[in-house]
Nanobody, 116 residues
Framework: QVRLVESGGGLVQPGGSLRLSCAASRSIFSIYAMGWYRQSPGKERELVAQITGGGSVNYADSVKGRFTISRDITKNTVYLQMSTLKLEDTAVYYC??????????WGQGTQVTVSS
């Protein structure tokens, strides 16, 4: 089963940018889908962005136009470029990989804090 290592989180001011990385332990060439969820204290985990094996992307309405998900097959890595960050974006961000529609692996999470 694929293992995921996340990096790139940190503290940023409102309006700033961060780029999260999710490095997989094996090739992601044929993986079904990968993406990012986030969770804040007291809130349910929500889907932020997803990219399928065919390259199709989906975004939560709250991040459309600000976040971009992408992948680099040669580096076995998926990225989440976050721009125009808001206070409401503060959360732990979790990468996930779906080996099939019914098999999911999670990363350990990386903290993103937007604060002035």
């Amino acid at each position: 089963q694929v293992r995921l290592v996340e990096s790139g989180g940190g503290l940023v001011q409102p309006g700033g940018s961060l780029r999260l990385s999710c490095a997989a332990s094996r090739s992601i060439f044929s993986i079904y889908a990968m993406g990012w969820y986030r969770q804040s204290p007291g809130k349910e985990r929500e889907l932020v962005a997803q990219i399928t094996g065919g390259g199709s992307v989906n975004y939560a309405d709250s991040v459309k136009g600000r976040f971009t998900i992408s992948r680099d097959i040669t580096k076995n890595t998926v990225y989440l470029q976050m721009s125009t960050l808001k206070l409401e974006d503060t959360a732990v961000y979790y990468c996930h990989a779906d080996d099939s529609p019914y098999s999911r692996t999670w990363g350990q999470g990386t903290q993103v804090t937007v604060s002035s």
